[in-house]
């Protein structure tokens, strides 16, 4: 047995799901569904609340729905210029025979910070290795 007939709307501003919605469940659901939060989504299955729509919330979301802010992407791509530059010069001296073990663990470490969004440490990996790269 399957729930052939549920109908799932999330949250949305699209003009098409906002008419769709105002001319199946009426104005009231069509102005609610584009106030809910990240989220919550509005269900409905003709078996189930005398088939009136009913709104249910998702557990939270483990990431930030939201822009990450121009000044950290600025500060991002500033150390991954950084990094891009400091593994061609890990590269040159590997290729010339140098022992580059401790340098290439450093520059993961620091890429992985980088990731996560943990400037500071990435920052204090990316001065080290400038430093031991001089």
């Known amino acids: 047995k399957g729930n052939v007939l549920t109908e799932i709307q999330m949250s949305t501003k699209g003009m098409e799901d906002l008419q769709r919605i105002k001319e199946k469940y009426g104005e009231e659901y069509a102005k609610r569904v584009t106030m809910e939060e990240v ?23 483990r990431h930030d729905p939201h822009k990450i802010p121009e000044k950290e992407l600025e500060i991002y791509r500033t150390y991954a210029k950084k990094l891009d530059e400091i593994e061609r010069k890990i590269k040159e001296r590997k290729e010339k025979g140098e022992d580059t073990f401790d340098l290439e663990l450093e520059l993961k470490l620091a890429k992985d910070k980088l990731k996560t969004g943990r400037f500071r440490m990435a920052e204090i990996y990316i001065n080290s290795l400038e430093n031991k790269l001089k």
């Open 39 to 61: 989220g919550v989504g509005m269900f409905q299955n003709p078996k189930y609340n005398k088939g009136k729509p009913y709104w249910i919330w998702f557990k939270p979301l």
